[in-house]
């Protein structure tokens, strides 16, 4: 009973945090580089741009909060996440992201 | 300009040194790139003793949501994220501390065992 309700919040705080509609809205400037299999970044160094389907939700929200504040560096990132808004870092994460397990 | 008659011989020994040296770069060159592939039942190993804790056992059960799933990630920016860690250009309590010790072998070998993990996709 409490674990139910527990995991009723949850759902229900993700349902109000994210919508995944939209963030299916937002994404032109992820999928450039996130959305091509096997696409690897030019600069500043050669890898793999991260697979980002089926990611923990609070992950993503934290790695674009952490961009978005400079804590974790990357150029493209770091300017791509200052043009977003806190509604749509979630909006994003719900869009990419699963609850995690 | 004179030469002495041994002149001959010795430009052969240096053909036969660059021919030496030439081979013995292309088999080192191979060697890295074996270590690059990583060594997938290594990587099992290390995971489980470093990784499993808070990534899961096949990097599909994190200890926190905000953990990231690690399981079919691509093998070369797991390299570079666990790289990175290594040298501070990216910080975390908990992540920096565990990839310090880690030798450059090890993170190739438990990249290479979580990107053949199913779990991440590509979406688009």
Known sequence: MALGMAFGASSLLHAADGDSAVGRQKNQMCEGCHGVAGFRTAYPVVYSAPKLGGQNIAYIVKALHDFRAGTRKHPSMNSIAASLSDKDIADLAAYYGVDAK | MT?????????????????????????????????????????????????????????????????????????????HALLAFQKGKRENPLMSPMAKPLTREDIHNVAYFFSKQKGLETKY
């Open chain 2, 3 to 79: 030469r002495p008659l041994g002149g001959a011989p010795k430009t052969e020994t240096k053909t036969m040194k660059r021919i030496l040296l030439v081979a013995a770069v292309g088999v080192s060159i191979a060697a890295a790139g074996t270590t690059m592939a990583g060594d997938y039942e290594a990587g099992r190993k290390k995971a489980a003793e470093v990784c499993a804790a808070c990534h899961g056992e096949d990097g599909n059960k994190t200890l926190t949501p905000d953990t990231p799933r690690l399981a079919g990630q691509y093998y070369d920016y797991i390299v």
